[in-house]
């Protein structure tokens, strides 16, 4: 009897001592898996910072391309008010035309009453002609340059359209990101996940970045061209009105001359 108690207080002896190891071992897993969450939580503190600048820096970017697209909203109307004022040219120079045509016919008349200037004027008729082609030619030019104008200002109003689209998209983004982020903060057991779900809004982000760059560079190409297209158009316009009055001046001298 004596020898069975001994060997129980054995067995109890030894299982105390399993057990004991056991609750070390269990002890030492717990300190392992709360130092690796403390080390996790640090990493994705930081990852809250660098995706706090991120967005400082989107919401700079749609504020810069906010103001580029007020310049082209202005550059649009520009554009169609020059559009306009080339219309009203053309409606002038149609006049212009008319007067010419008006004064060619007096002067042929004049040619038919009138033998003995026969000669000079064949030759002030023939020029008066000839100017008048070069009326008509400037007519087609500054038509086309009207044109091209309202072709432009499509064009413009596209690439308007299509920039409100991207700046609505990035915005979306941005707020998806805030959003992710109040979620990491209330939720830390989905932070694996809000983790790599933050990584891919930035990478999306990112590249953003590199269309809003490649559309403002766009823009300024486009108001130059615009810029120099209106130039152009003015510059054609003021020689064309000019050549009809020359030949306007001229016929009415030759007709007072005789």
Do not use: P
């Amino acid at each position: 009897m004596s020898e069975k108690l001994e060997d129980s207080k054995k067995q109890m002896l030894d299982l105390s001592d399993s057990e004991e190891a056991r609750l070390l071992e269990l002890r030492k897993i717990s300190q392992d898996r709360d130092r690796a969450w403390q080390s996790e939580l640090e990493a994705i503190q930081k990852q809250h910072e660098l995706d706090s600048a991120a967005l400082s820096s989107a919401m700079n970017e749609i504020q810069k391309l906010k103001l580029q697209l007020d310049r082209v909203a202005d550059c649009e109307a520009a554009q169609a008010h020059h559009a306009e004022s080339a219309y009203v040219e053309i409606q002038s120079l149609r006049i212009e035309l008319t007067k010419t045509l008006t004064l060619v016919d007096k002067l042929r008349n004049q040619l038919n009453d009138s033998k003995e200037s026969e000669a000079c004027s064949f030759e002030e008729v023939s020029k008066a002609q000839m100017q008048l082609e070069v009326a008509k030619m400037t007519e087609d030019t500054l038509r086309s340059e009207g044109l091209k104008a309202m072709e432009a200002y499509k064009s413009l109003s596209l690439e308007l359209e299509q920039s409100n689209n991207r700046v609505a998209t990035l915005e979306e983004l941005v707020s998806e990101l805030q959003s992710a982020q109040d979620i990491e903060n209330m939720n830390s057991a989905q932070e694996n996940g809000v983790n790599v779900e933050a990584e891919e809004l930035k990478t999306e982000l990112s590249n953003l970045q590199v269309e809003v760059s490649q559309l403002r560079a766009a823009l300024e190409v486009s108001e130059t061209r615009y810029q120099e297209e209106y130039i152009q158009s003015t510059l054609q316009i003021r020689s064309a009105y000019e050549l009809v009055e020359q030949s306007k001046s001229e016929s009415i001298q030759k007709e007072a001359e005789w």
